[in-house]
């Protein structure tokens, strides 16, 4: 890993100023030389992290800094790369570099809290290998007058690749109106082994008692020097006052650790993401299924040490299970240098509804070529959130009603019709997480009918089931129709497996006197033979169908005889059917012929029907019967054809009412 400094030890310096923005960078000599060999062809490139990392003057990490950068050192091709994180760090992985070295160009854009303008860097020459370059960035406080002043610097120091290391705090100043003296104090505890100074904005030190006046900056500066391992904490402390009243006071925590980094390290920390199972991603109880957990653990080992992983702590041992860890057994794995772990594989069986957790254990133990141990006090801890299923089932009135389904529901039809505005529907939910699958019957099933009566609804879906009442003649008269007074009252229950209630009973109403409104226009065709082709015909169970045939012996009646020059017709049957003229009005545009039912139900007892009607025109009401049914007729309007009377084209148009 090379490193391009941009602190000002050991390597040749150049530095930026940009208001209280001290960017300073140093060069090791020995990356401009670049990496390739002789033989080796200029074209090739090798991809390349290059890390890019921002702090401030005390060393500590700068978030949120926003990074652009482009090959060679055309500004204009700048383009966003992100934003460093909490750690101060941003990525730039596999950028292609040839192996003599690439220019890059940098342009970093300081958070809102510095003030700063972006700062563009380079064009820089970044070498054949992964690089890290150090952005510092310098800022300014006031330490109001008659205050404190607080700040932390933490030291990490590797014994192996530098023996010190020097962090300052930001450019200080105060607002007192005489100029302050400055006394230092020690660094307690003194086993840390640091040098504290004090210096100006030009690096000049001023000593352990100075003066400042209002304005004038100044840091203190801690040198870290240990020649050993160091883990220890301390602090320091100043005072500074004008002698008439005016003071100030501050104090600096310190945290100091050194080490020998060619030993085995520990993974600093562990990513494990939970699986998200909620409802929508429920299991059903009873069932299984199986679930990989990703977990985030890559060895960077430069001195060829291992992780151990062995498995500390099972799951309890209730729904979940671990299958395997990184493919294999779930007891131990071991991960070598430049290794990555994938994931832990567990099978989910859930016994209940509702949300199971449980957690699993992995402890990690670092292991050098010698084979020396180191155990690591961080350990892989696998929190396991899963969501029992269920069905569960709503039943509603209508897919837009939220009211329960009463216990009992009448149903109303006239006899010999299926009118599905008459039907009940009822409309089942799956309020659950799993599949819902329902069956309904009837206990009896003569004069009721279900539609349909096998279901299968998905989470939160909604399906209806018809239900209709079907009463035909054998069950109103099933003795034949006049032998006995009407069944009129029918009863059944509906039985539904898979929701509540359970069953409950239907009730039927048969009308055996209903009226229907039927509106039809006939034809009479000037053929030859006098063919008719159009007419009505009555069927058994009480509708009326329209017909286009040659024969006219089973049609009830048809349109004959349109006179061309008046607007009249005549109508006929050959099928038994009788007809009389009783009205002549007109209907209002909201008012139909079963309005008037009751004004000429009576004419159906009455006398004067014939087999035919030689003449009717427009506005006549027209009693027709067969046997004990009746019916009534309107005729809306006649049209004729004048501009060929020879060859006709007329239609004759009617509102019937049948039965009466």
Known sequence: ???????????????????????????????????????????????????????????????????????????????????????GLLLLRNQPVRLEGEDFLFRFIPPVQFSLDPITVGPLRIPCSDTTLSIRLSREELIRCNSAYSAALDFLLCLDEQDSEELCTPLLTHNCPNPLE?????????????????????????GNVFSRAAGERF?????????????????????????????????????????????????????????????????CVGASERFEVPIRLSNFSEEGCDYLIELQEDFSGGDVAILAFNGRNKFNATLAAGGNTGFLSVLYTPSSRGEYRDRAVYSVRARNPEGELLECESTIAVTFIGWGGIPECLMIEDANDTSFVPTTQRLFQCVNQDDNRLAKRIAFINTGECDLDLSLALDDGSVFELNPTELNIEPGQTQEVLVKFLPRDENIWPSGRGAAPPLVEFADVLRINGCEPASFDLTGLADTVCSFVTNLCLHRYGEENDTYTEGVRILEDNQLLFVNQAETSDIDFYVDAIDVGIPEAAIRSESGLLFKVVDSRSLSPNETLCDLRDRYFDECAGGGFSASLPTVNPN?????????????????????????????????????????
């Not at 400055?182 to 001023?206: C, K, V, Y």
């Open 1 to 87: 890993m090379n490193t391009l400094y941009c602190d000002s030890v050991g390597a040749p310096l150049f530095a930026i100023r940009q208001k209280y923005l001290w960017l300073v960078f140093g060069l090791l000599l020995c990356l401009m030389g670049g990496c390739q060999e002789a033989t080796e062809p200029e074209t090739l490139s090798l991809p390349v992290t290059i890390t890019l990392r921002v702090e401030d003057q005390s060393g500590q990490p700068i978030g949120r800094t926003d990074v652009l950068f482009t090959r060679g050192g055309n500004a204009a091709n700048l383009t966003l790369a992100g934003s460093t994180g909490g750690d």
């Open 182 to 206: 400055f006394t230092l104090g020690s660094l307690l505890p003194d086993a840390l082994g640091m040098t504290l100074r004090a210096i100006d904005e030009t690096g000049q030190e001023l």
């Open 219 to 283: 840091q203190l500066c801690l040198l870290f020097q240990p020649n050993a391992e160091v883990e220890d904490e301390g602090q320091i402390s100043f005072s500074a006052s004008d002698g008439v009243g005016n003071a100030i006071s501050g104090s600096i925590r310190v945290t100091a650790q050194s080490e020998r980094c060619d030993e085995c390290d520990c993974p600093d920390s562990f990513s494990v993401r939970e699986p998200e199972v909620n409802e929508r991603d429920s299991v």
């Open 620 to 660: 006549d009401v027209i009693i027709f019967k067969r046997d004990n049914f009746c019916g009534a007729m309107w005729i809306s309007k006649i049209d004729l054809d004048r501009a060929d009377p020879g060859n006709a084209l007329a239609q004759v148009c009617f509102q019937i009412c049948y039965p009466l």
